[in-house]
């Protein structure tokens, strides 16, 4: 009487009504755990990641899945022997010929496990972001620090993943190398701030004069090359903002963000005999009063 096939859940340990990550997860634990690579003086391990391996490839495609959930332990009727057909020899399970080929297909007889992928973090100066380029990034591996060229995507923004192929954990057995997946964060910058997605602002100190008559004054941008003109226009107030389009982050798609200037209005610390008498003229002639009602509004 041939023996009955293990329930492929309990094989994982697992519920029946378990997730594919939860799948995924207990198969990889229990493969590591189990790889006749890591057991070598145990004769038992290749029986038990070959079947981890046919229990994994089963619960882990939806397909294949469904189909055992609906046969369970018994042959399907696709899986009975056609008249004239051998039956399973001693020992065989009638499942065994109709899963075989299934197998086969997603790789079983490779006999590795795929290195875990590894998360880390990459910090660049807004203008790098910005630019995109190659940077030298160094990680702390197992054996010591590791030194990465890493080529970076203009206009990478907060958040972006840069995935490096074949720089995770490496496998076992046939399994291929996992990735290391770079998360972005952008470090303060001491003259522009990101506002939106593709925006930046900066702050620009503008003379009381320039304010009240119009300048034309010159603006850094994040391209680096040199300043920007920018007119200030006559009557301007503190906390105006001006734009400059396309001057902002680089999109990954292509064009460009804006970039907006916030003015700041900052008087002379020092006053010479000659601007305090400009003053005290302007004082005398102006009717200008900063503290009476705004046009339109009430009380």
């Known amino acids: 009487m041939a023996a009955k096939a293990r329930d492929y859940y309990e094989v994982l340990g697992v519920a029946r009504g378990a997730s594919p990550d ?24 290749a029986a038990r990641f070959k079947e981890l391996n046919t229990a994994n490839s089963v619960l882990s495609d939806p397909d294949q899945r469904a189909r055992y959930d609906r046969n369970g332990s018994e042959p399907s009727a696709e899986a009975q022997p056609r008249p004239g057909a051998r039956g399973p020899g001693p020992g065989q399970h009638p499942f065994s010929d109709f899963f ?13 496990i795929d290195g875990e992928d590894v998360a880390a973090e990459i910090e660049l100066d807004l203008q790098a972001a910005h630019a995109g380029g190659r940077h030298t990034l160094e990680l702390q591996g197992p054996a010591g620090p590791v030194r990465l060229e890493v080529t970076i995507p203009a206009g990478s ?22 990735d290391l997946l770079l ?17 930046v602002e900066a702050d620009l100190k503008v003379a009381p004069w320039e304010a009240a008559l119009g300048a034309t004054v010159g603006v850094p941008t994040l391209a680096g090359t040199g300043d920007v003109n920018l007119k200030i226009p006559p009557g301007s107030r503190a906390g105006q903002r001006l734009r400059l389009r396309g001057e902002g982050l680089n999109r990954r798609g292509g064009g460009r963000g804006d970039q ?32 009476a009602p705004a046009k339109g509004s009430h009380g």
């Not at 075989?100 to 590795?112: D, K, P, V």
């Open 22 to 45: 939860a799948i995924k997860k207990a198969y990889r634990r229990l493969a590591r755990k189990h790889h006749p690579d890591l057991n070598p003086t145990d004769k038992g391990a």
């Open 100 to 112: 075989e080929g299934l197998f086969r297909a997603r790789g079983e007889a490779r006999g590795g």
């Open 183 to 199: 998360h972005v964060r952008l470090a303060s910058h001491p003259v522009f701030r990101v506002i939106g997605l593709d925006d």
């Open 157 to 178: 923004r907060e958040g972006t993943i840069i995935r490096l192929a074949g720089q995770g954990q490496p496998g076992l057995g046939n399994g291929r190398t996992g």
């Open 260 to 291: 907006y200037v916030r003015l700041q209005i900052v008087n002379p610390q020092v006053l010479t005999e000659a601007e305090r008498e400009l003053y005290a003229q302007l004082a005398q002639a102006s009717r200008f009063d900063p503290r």
